[in-house]
């Protein structure tokens, strides 16, 4: 994918989806805490697009996006949505035990063709693709592009139910809980791609909460033919794990997707 085409696809979702190398914004859903405990806690989560992880200073995540997902599996009230000039912010009650799943979840495609000799291009929502090129277009080029940007809270014990994936885009599929995660012990993850094992993708894994100190560790692993990686946590802190895939469907058109998660790392 062309550089151009590739930020185009980057405005229509609204988050940063530039090559890690080279990319400044990063997208990101911060809890105020991982692992709760009492009756019906609350979380307040904060979500933005910055140059420094976990700190907002760029633009705020859209919200019409972002969804919970609670231990039984069912939808969980987003409450308390506010969107503001740097960070957006909400909150969920966690009203029964277990592990609940928060995501913001866009797609979107984007297509050039020529009309009348003329190149044209046109972005927009999946659904709407049918009905806007028009009947005479030519040299159609479609590419269709989604992100998943996550993060787990648990209250009380931790169950699995939430984790379950939804056989959509680019996924993570925890191995080790989510919010078992402790520094110098290893954990271990698969990553999907519509519901199928993602093998030999790069994942990018950055410590956040840096702006007062040097930079944190950077890892760069790779899935393993049935998707799995393996992380070995070098500090605790609050960790930003991102991976993209790029292919073509059945009919030759492009995806891109591309998955974030918000993972907290304890002290052993």
């Not at 999946?126 to 989604?146: E, F, H, I, W």
């Not at 030999?200 to 899935?223: A, F, H, N, Q, S």
């Not at 070098?234 to 998955?259: C, M």
Request: charged share 20%.
């Amino acid at each position: 994918m062309s550089a151009l085409r590739f930020a185009a696809v980057a405005a229509l979702l609204g988050v940063a989806l530039a090559p890690a190398a080279a990319q400044a914004h990063r997208s990101w859903l911060a809890p105020s805490a991982t692992v709760l405990s009492g009756a019906q806690p609350w979380v307040t989560v904060d979500g933005a697009v910055s140059n420094t992880l976990f700190y907002a200073d760029h633009v705020p995540m859209r919200l019409d996006g972002v969804k919970a997902v609670g231990p039984d599996g069912a939808p969980v009230a987003i409450q308390n949505g506010a969107t503001g000039k740097y960070r957006s912010t909400f909150d969920v009650q966690l009203a029964s035990p277990g592990t609940y799943k928060i995501a913001n979840v866009s797609e979107g495609a984007m297509a050039s063709y020529k009309q009348g000799g003329e190149t044209k291009r046109w972005r927009g929502a999946v659904g709407q693709l049918a009905t806007a090129l028009p009947k005479d277009a030519t040299d159609v080029q479609v590419t269709y592009s989604s992100r998943r940007v996550e993060t787990f809270v648990t209250a009380g014990a931790p169950n699995t139910t939430a984790l379950k994936p939804e056989g959509k885009g680019l996924e993570l599929e925890p191995i080790t809980h989510p919010n078992d995660l402790v520094a110098s012990e290893k954990a271990r993850f698969r990553l999907l791609t519509d519901g199928k094992p993602a093998a030999g993708v790069e994942v990018e894994i950055v410590l956040g909460g840096v702006r007062y100190r040097e930079k944190g560790p950077e890892l760069k692993v790779t899935t393993g033919a049935d998707g799995v990686f393996e992380v070995s946590w070098p500090e605790a802190g609050l960790w930003w794990l991102e991976a993209t895939v790029q292919g073509a469907d059945a009919s030759g058109a492009r995806k891109s997707s591309g998955y974030v998660a918000t993972l907290e790392v304890l002290p052993d």
